[in-house]
């Protein structure tokens, strides 16, 4: 029992890998947006299964651009991985490369995004499924602008030295809520694009 | 408002200020004291119980503190200008929409509300994050004092349950705001939606407002039976259960809306069911006292006292679950006394005697036991008096949220009785604020630990220096200050050897469930960025509220800056793993 206190090897100083706080905090944090999606869908299921009217009233959504756009987002989340394995290995270079490609992946999502709001003949206050719609990828796009603004401040930190093989958990980290960002974007994708061609 | 309906057909307060005071009377307790109460002991707590020096994440901690006293001034800054919340803490819409409710007052509520979502979201995960990977060594997940169980139960619900209600709220800003469709009926958007959002979340923190307090009672009231608490397994594993059904059962608040019987059925069973590990608890806590031999401290009164209170307040919850019953019941002055009775009795109590009890760590002296035991005698004789006659109103049917009633409907009597009752309570009240104000200036000095207690934060001085603990203890057993006495287990603990870890703000990071040692952690220095953070936070909630549009984008732009300085990389903080050789035998220092 006591021998825990005189381990066999020095202890690491400071949260690397999966060991540190913060990782565990992002975790709950994911957990806790997760569930806001999770009320988020609720409600637009909710309301649709109680409305009286056609659903989606426009008819059924164009699944081109809005598909392009989902694999778009999901490869980002493939070059932040990349990245995160180039700093592992040293790789400052391409971890920045690959960071880069990440980011410009997302802008590439949100400004195809707001060409597709840019699209509809409805808004948010014309009718409830244009609540519904805007206000639920309003709150991911939210999520996306924010992501974006955590890679680009791992980018600017890899840049300045202060992220290395041995410090990287801020990437990892980081990259974990852009994961997180992207896999929402599928169950919204599903929810309002795919299932209304089920119904 | 007591005085108001002491009487029948009062004109103290004008119908309006009776609906301000008496929602305003429920936000205030119901979100801004009962649950932050149980945050502040266990902020303060944790760290002591557990062995370690600090909480996860303390600047996390300074922004939650902040965003709640920001969330509290926003609450109540329209107060005063009569402009307050005024449709009930559960704000139930088409009433509160921007039809039937023009003013700001709803509008208030609502940002509010969300804001306050932030810092109990965030304090709970401080909390989730420090017991998984701060205790001190040898803690194992069985060995963790019983008190913590209810907080990290009720942190996991709330990171869960908080999204509902903050979406509710701004779904229902934007309905007043942004003219969008939700809850208006007339395009299509359900009313109803409102409700399960509401009660998905209000019930499950019903739970998280009253499993901390319980926890209180499990963990200090064996101390004044003398003996360990009887079934620690079931009653964390109770705790656990009540939370978990506690999410399937939110419907019994909806009973009365028109729902199919099926799915009353459902929820009226799983109401039912909960009673079952609530009724662990009660008889854990009886068969403690039974079993023990009781010290009448003032603590143990309010322990014992909370006992009576959750055995009738549980009672009266199992007959509001059952549909027919409920639906006689709904909105009459019997739901007011249920939720007064749990909501007192439940919270009110335990944490009045955990301050009686851990007074002396706080503050290194001790209470008064005289005043002790007159605050608690003239509190519960008040409470009863005042809220058991509720349940009789309430069966004479008279209608909660009634800002006065006429004088032949048949409760003049109780409801006299109830305002005498409630002023008595009052009085008790005040006696202990009273006794808390004389004790901190004239009380004895507490020794180390005056109630010979078995956790750890019994074994530093009162009141504990910032670092806690000048090592970092090793835990070879539930009750570390009680060994010699138990006989628990083989090992013993170690409290004074070990980690000293001097070199600046260190502590030491185990693994969730063994609690070995996995990591020196590096605690962040003082900082200003959480106060800014919170601070750019209100008054982007502010702008919302004012429609000022520009301004709440800058603040949102404020907001991010002050995290990137918050989280921004410290040298001091870097990681990296030392090569030291050890020699065998040799203790790390």
Redesign the interface.
Known sequence: ??E?????????????DK???GR??VM??I???A??F???L??YF??AS????RWPPEGLPSLMMPGINTLILLSSSVFVWACERSIQRSRLVSSLAWLGLANGFGICFVVIQLKEWGKKKYD??S??YG??YF?ITGFHMLHVVIGL?ILM?LLV?IKLG??DA??Y??VSIGGLYWHFVDVVWLFVFTSLYLLPYLS | MRLQLARPEQTLLTPEQYNQLFTMHGVTMIFLYSLPVLSGFSNYLWPLLLGSRDM??PR?NAFSYWIFLFAGIFLYASFPLGQAPNAGWFNYVPFTGADYNTGPNIDVYALGMVLLGIST?VG???F??TV??MRA??MTIDRIPILIWGTLTASVAN??????V??AFF?LW?DRQ?????F?VA????PL?WQ??FW?FGHPWVYAVVLPAMGIVSGALPVFCRRPLVGYTAVALSTVATMLIGFGVWVHHMFATGLPTLALSFFSAASMAISIPSAVGVFAWIATIWLGRPVFHTPFLFFAGFVILFVIGGLSGVMTGAVPLDLQLNETYFIVAHLHYVLLGINVFPVIGGIYYWFPKFFGRMMNEQLGKWSFWVMFTGFNLGFFPMHLSGLLGMPRRIYTYAPNMGWNTVNMITSVGSFIFAAGILIFVCNFFISLRRGALAPVNPWDASTLEWSTPSPPPAYNFAVIP?V?SRHPLWEDRLEEG??RS?LD???LLSDGRET??TTPLDA???????MPDDSYSPFFLGLFCALGFAGLLLNWWNFTVLMALAC?LSL?AW?W?QKT????????K?D?????G
């Open positions: 029992m006591v825990m206190l005189k381990p066999e090897a020095a202890l690491p100083i400071g949260g690397v060991r540190a706080n565990w905090g709950a944090l957990t806790t947006e569930s806001l999770g009320y988020l609720f409600t909710y309301l109680q409305t009286e009217r948010m206050t009718d409830l609540s519904l206000t603004v401040t930190w202060y992220l041995k410090r958990s801020a | 996860a994440f996390l979201t709970a995960i401080n989730i994050v998984f990977k060594p040898g990171i869960i349950a908080v999204p509902s903050s979406l779904l934007l942004l003219s969008t469709h939700f208006d395009n299509g958007g359900k939606l399960h959002l998905m090793f070879a083989n090992g170690v050897r070990g980690y030491i990071g070995e040692p996995d990591s020196i952690l590096k991010s990137m989280l990389p903080a870097a990681e990296f793993v030392p090569e030291i050890f065998q035998g040799a203790t790390h």
